[in-house]
């Protein structure tokens, strides 16, 4: 007689942290498979992507936010209302500690702020352990547990992990999960994020642009893809899908940097972007990308929800 499989839980965690502290990486590590654009650059994620991890006992939709930062510009406001508004909705909320630095005001603002949500369950995450001594990482979980009491926030589970090594990645799925309701499948099997592959392109376009560039320019970056879709005139077993799409930046001089001499920076920024668009589609892609000046569209409210925030 083959055993039942006990209770099946479904729910949404939701990962945050001040920015480029290993969210994007840790999503992708427990899904198994790239969903969230990763970068050394602080704020690259701009919206919340899903990434769906199916396991026999349950399905856990983990939703990965920007940076919680105090906010300098439109763009950084409204950024911030996408977490807050994100971790009132999910049954778990995993803060995310990097190992490599030490627990500072930042971390303690958003605490502050993540302690006025009171149903949910938190979690604490010390990510990049493999950074750093295990003496360091003994510290770092002390130092967590202490802003949890300073806040009055209690902290349901601290797990130190390293996505890229995978340690402790399985574990911390596990303790997640528990957390969730008893509940049937949200997605079908299969089925890794639910974010459209328009902004998954655009994403990866930025993600590509945003490697070696000064520091000013990240958060001037964005991306618009104009249109996408098949070549019509091509047989079915040789697909070729078309992406056109414009680079938007602020001002003239920020566009020679992404362009580089005579072209050469942006040729490679279409390069990487392609292979990565069709590793992730897993369809031959040509790209046209076009640099374009957007004047401070980060304080510009008209801008801004014409690039889709």
Same mark, same amino acid.
């Given at each position: 007689?083959?055993?039942?499989?006990?209770?099946?839980?479904?729910?949404?965690?939701?990962?945050?942290?001040?920015?480029?502290?290993?969210?994007?990486?840790?999503?992708?590590?427990?899904?198994?498979?790239?969903?969230?654009?990763? !970068?050394?650059?602080?704020?690259?994620?701009?919206?919340?992507?899903?990434?769906?991890?199916?396991?026999?006992?349950?399905?856990?939709?983990?939703?990965?936010?920007?940076?919680?930062?105090?906010?300098?510009?439109?763009?950084?406001?409204?950024?911030?209302?996408?977490?807050?508004?994100?971790?009132?909705?999910?049954?778990?909320?995993?803060?995310?500690?990097? !190992?490599?630095?030490?627990?500072?005001?930042?971390?303690?603002?958003?605490? @502050?702020?993540?302690?006025?949500?009171?149903?949910?369950?938190?979690?604490?995450?010390?990510?990049?352990?493999?950074?750093?001594?295990?003496?360091?990482?003994?510290?770092?979980?002390?130092?967590?547990?202490?802003?949890?009491?300073?806040?009055?926030?209690?902290?349901?589970?601290?797990?130190?992990?390293?996505?890229?090594?995978?340690?402790?990645?399985?574990?911390?799925?596990?303790?997640?999960?528990?957390?969730?309701?008893?509940?049937?499948?949200?997605?079908?099997?299969?089925?890794?994020?639910?974010?459209?592959?328009?902004?998954?392109?655009?994403?990866?376009?930025?993600?590509?642009?945003?490697?070696?560039?000064?520091?000013?320019?990240?958060?001037?970056?964005?991306?618009?893809?104009?249109?996408?879709?098949?070549?019509?005139?091509?047989?079915?077993?040789?697909?070729?899908?078309?992406?056109?799409?414009?680079?938007?930046?602020?001002?003239?001089?920020?566009?020679?940097?992404?362009?580089?001499?005579?072209?050469?920076?942006?040729?490679?920024?279409?390069?990487?972007?392609? @292979?990565?668009?069709?590793?992730?589609?897993?369809?031959?892609?040509?790209?046209?990308?076009?640099?374009?000046?957007?004047?401070?569209?980060?304080?510009?409210?008209?801008?801004?929800?014409?690039?889709?925030?």
């Amino acid at each position: 007689m083959t055993s039942e499989p006990s209770t099946f839980r479904s729910g949404f965690a939701c990962f945050v942290g001040r920015p480029n502290a290993g969210k994007s990486t840790l999503t992708n590590a427990l899904v198994g498979t790239k969903v969230a654009i990763t !970068s050394s650059r602080p704020q690259t994620t701009r919206t919340v992507v899903r990434g769906i991890v199916h396991r026999p006992d349950g399905q856990l939709i983990l939703m990965d936010t920007p940076g919680l930062h105090r906010p300098r510009t439109l763009l950084g406001e409204r950024l911030n209302d996408l977490v807050t508004s994100t971790w009132a909705e999910v049954d778990v909320v995993a803060v995310c500690f990097p !190992s490599d630095q030490k627990v500072g005001p930042g971390d303690r603002f958003l605490v @502050k702020e993540l302690a006025k949500v009171r149903r949910t369950t938190k979690f604490a995450v010390a990510t990049k352990t493999d950074l750093v001594q295990p003496e360091r990482i003994a510290q770092h979980l002390l130092d967590i547990a202490a802003l949890g009491r300073e806040t009055d926030t209690d902290w349901a589970e601290i797990v130190p992990v390293s996505a890229v090594n995978g340690d402790q990645v399985g574990l911390l799925t596990d303790l997640l999960l528990a957390q969730l309701p008893e509940g049937p499948e949200l997605y079908p099997e299969g089925e890794l994020t639910d974010t459209p592959e328009e902004a998954i392109v655009a994403d990866l376009i930025r993600e590509a642009a945003l490697e070696g560039v000064r520091d000013e320019l990240p958060h001037s970056i964005a991306v618009v893809v104009e249109e996408m879709g098949l070549r019509p005139d091509r047989p079915e077993e040789r697909p070729l899908l078309d992406v056109h799409a414009n680079l938007f930046v602020e001002r003239s001089s920020q566009k020679g940097i992404v362009i580089g001499h005579q072209g050469a920076r942006l040729r490679e920024v279409g390069t990487t972007a392609r @292979k990565n668009i069709e590793a992730m589609l897993g369809t031959p892609v040509y790209l046209d990308l076009r640099v374009k000046i957007a004047k401070d569209w980060q304080r510009d409210p008209r801008q801004l929800r014409r690039l889709g925030f």
